[in-house]
């Protein structure tokens, strides 16, 4: 799936991911390829994103909205 992380001041991360996972405001989310589309809003917390390199980068959010879409995913983090 293609995955863009956007703050305010610049883009964290943009490229090809092969697993996220994020902190909802319910509780945690993980999103994989094909994921059903969804909008959900995020609280303060770590975003785990596993690349097909099998490399996995951590993300520190203060909160923010994440939208699935046609195995795109963007997420728009404070």
Same mark, same amino acid.
């Given at each position: 799936?293609?995955?863009?992380?956007? =703050? +305010?001041?610049?883009?964290?991360?943009?490229?090809?991911?092969?697993?996220? =996972?994020?902190?909802? $405001?319910?509780? $945690?989310?993980?999103?994989? %390829? %094909?994921?059903? +589309?969804?909008?959900? $809003?995020? #609280? #303060?917390?770590? *975003? /785990? *994103? =596993?690349?097909?390199?099998?490399? *996995? =980068?951590?993300?520190?959010?203060?909160?923010?909205?994440?939208?699935?879409? /046609? %195995? #795109?995913?963007?997420?728009?983090?404070?």
């Amino acid at each position: 799936m293609y995955l863009e992380i956007i =703050t +305010p001041d610049k883009k964290l991360f943009e490229g090809e991911a092969k697993a996220l =996972t994020v902190p909802g $405001s319910e509780g $945690s989310l993980g999103v994989l %390829n %094909n994921h059903a +589309p969804m909008i959900a $809003s995020l #609280k #303060k917390g770590k *975003v /785990k *994103v =596993t690349t097909d390199k099998a490399d *996995v =980068t951590f993300f520190e959010v203060n909160g923010g909205v994440i939208e699935v879409l /046609k %195995n #795109k995913v963007v997420v728009l983090a404070e």
